[in-house]
């Protein structure tokens, strides 16, 4: 039975998208964990806190709140309840403010007394602080406030936004360039003229944040929407771009390197091209798994529905042939006394009338056993007992001995393999295949012949006969139930002989074939598994 999948199949691009998903948490939390860190270091007057590197510009005290905030934005992007969502609100406004405010202070030359509304800065290694943030830091402080704002709005206003995107970019471009240059050793990288130098928590918190945000933005990493555009590589290429084409431009103005620039604009290109190329190939990979995995579960709870109904009405046949039974044997009693009383006072038309209504009860009896039997063969016990071939044999001479005499069939039988099995389901398949074939035999006596042979992990049985034959048109239909290829004056029967024996094979794991042309016998070939382990119920 088919069930829906609980987790989606490890494929690399499902991978990659999991991972992404993971990102915007991680950098929340890496940015909380980093301002509550230079919080802690300016209360606590711990210095190592505040720039992780001696000698290098520490963190201020309004940068590390404002790093604080950003990450909560983050980690909370949307809350439901206005109630929950207006400290993330109040989060984002700061940030964007405190941002702000600083760059205006920057570009016009003029103090607008925030730097001190926090906190009181004091001397750091006898350099005094004016507790004003670097003016790229206050740049990507104001664009990553706008955008956690903009992203508590309606999402249809937000989601896939370039605007935003390009925000973001410019932060990271910002951010990154900082950070390398601390990791080269060039300062230029993280300074803005001759002002206050970007601190390293920043350099390593911006960064992680704008690649959140972009991410949130763009909804890269979940599974809801698969629908994705290519637009996304125009802001991963921009924010690379600028961490290319700046730290080249610095290597040029500051160090004396020449015709650097066009060489790192190619490269942050090239890079910002694989990168933009994996996620769109990534997304359309999950996308593509997502769709597959829609239609598995809906193929699955259709599949059980489908179960269930036949289920249902299987046991609608059983019931309805169990209850059958009893009028019908009313029936068959009443005509037995009429036989019994009556016939001498009939006519010859009375007689044939009473005789018609006595083979009609008795074939609808059998019918009747018939339909119990396949219906039952759903709930049919598989369990493993020996069976034992040559009582098998036996036990269908005994039962058929009357038929072969008055036939003069003969059944031959090569030595047969013990199997692991329900003894009484293996003597119906095989009774019925007999019957068949002293029902349908020509002018000569009937020979049936009954072998095995092992082909792969499967023993394969065969019956043969030299009746009428089957013509090959036909070779699927006869296993169908109710399926007469001549009507029953012509040969009695129910049609549904083939269709148990079909039903009891495959409950075992196996299949049956016929192999049949018109007036050259019929062989009858089914194979079951050698091995018990590999029984498989329908």
């Known amino acids: 039975m088919m069930t829906p999948p609980g987790t989606l199949p490890a494929t690399p691009g499902v991978n990659f998208i999991k991972w992404l998903g993971k990102v915007p948490p991680f950098a929340a939390i890496a940015a909380m964990a980093l301002g509550i860190a ?9 210095q190592l806190l505040l720039y992780f590197i001696p000698g290098h510009s520490p963190i201020q005290f309004n940068g590390a709140l404002a790093l604080l905030c950003i990450g909560i934005t983050l980690r909370w992007p949307r809350r439901a309840q206005v109630g929950q969502r207006a400290p993330v609100v109040g989060a984002a406004a700061l940030v964007f403010l405190m941002g702000l405010a600083t760059w205006l202070e920057y570009q016009f030359d003029m103090d607008l007394g925030i730097d001190l509304v926090f906190f009181k800065p004091y001397d ?76 390293l928590p920043l350099a390593i918190g911006i960064p992680l944040v704008s690649t959140g945000q972009l991410i949130q933005i763009w909804d890269l990493g979940s599974r809801a929407n698969v629908e994705r555009s290519p637009r996304v590589a125009f802001p991963v290429t ?23 620039t066009l060489p790192a ?25 997502e769709r597959m995995v829609t239609t598995y579960k809906t193929l699955a709870k259709q599949t059980i529905a489908l179960e269930r109904t036949n289920k249902e009405l299987e046991r609608f046949a059983y019931i309805s042939a169990h209850d059958l039974q009893e009028p019908l044997r009313t029936i ?11 016939v001498p006072q009939l ?81 119906q398949v095989f009774a019925a295949l007999v019957d068949n074939a002293l029902k349908f035999r020509g002018d000569a006596p009937p020979v049936i012949t009954i072998s095995a042979v092992k082909s792969g992990s499967m023993w394969e049985y065969s019956v ?18 109710f399926k007469r290829l001549q009507g029953r004056h012509v040969h009695e029967g129910t049609g549904l002989g083939l269709a148990i024996v079909k039903k009891i094979v495959e409950s075992y794991g196996g299949t049956i074939r016929v192999s049949s042309e018109p007036g050259a016998g019929a062989t009858f070939v089914f194979t079951i598994p050698a091995d018990p382990h590999e029984t498989h119920h329908p």
């Open 332 to 342: 068959g009693s009443y005509t037995q006394v009429l036989q019994a009383k009556y």
């Open 38 to 46: 230079g919080l802690l270091g300016w209360f606590l007057r711990i």
């Open 238 to 260: 921009l924010g690379l771009v600028i961490v290319a084409v700046g730290f080249a431009r610095i290597l040029e103005a500051e160090l004396g390197f020449t015709s650097v």
């Open 124 to 199: 750091i290694d006898g350099i005094a602080s004016n507790g004003r943030m670097a003016p790229n830091a206050a740049v990507c402080f104001a664009l990553l406030g706008l955008v956690g704002l903009v992203m508590q709005l309606p999402e249809k206003v937000w989601r896939q936004s370039l605007l935003l995107s390009l925000f973001v970019s410019v932060s990271f471009g910002v951010g990154a360039l900082a950070f390398f240059g601390y990791v080269s050793g060039v300062a230029p990288a993280y300074s803005w003229g001759p002002v206050t130098r970007l601190a």
């Open 464 to 481: 043969r006969d030299n009746g009428i034959g089957i013509d090959p048109k036909y070779h699927e239909q006869i296993f169908e139930m």
């Open 265 to 289: 604009l190619i490269i942050g290109l090239v890079v910002s091209g694989v990168v933009g190329t994996l996620i769109y190939f990534a997304q359309a990979l999950m996308g593509s798994h």
């Open 347 to 427: 006519d010859s038309q009375g007689k044939d009338y009473l005789k018609k209504i006595t083979d009609g009860v008795r074939h609808l009896e059998e019918l009747l056993t018939d339909v119990m039997t396949y219906t039952s063969l759903s709930k049919a016990r598989l369990f493993r007992e020996t069976v034992n071939f040559d009582d098998l044999m036996a036990r269908l001479r005994s039962d058929y001995a009357k038929r072969f005499i008055e036939s003069g069939a003969k059944l031959e039988a090569s030595p047969l393999p013990e199997l692991q099995g329900n003894s009484v389901l293996f003597r």
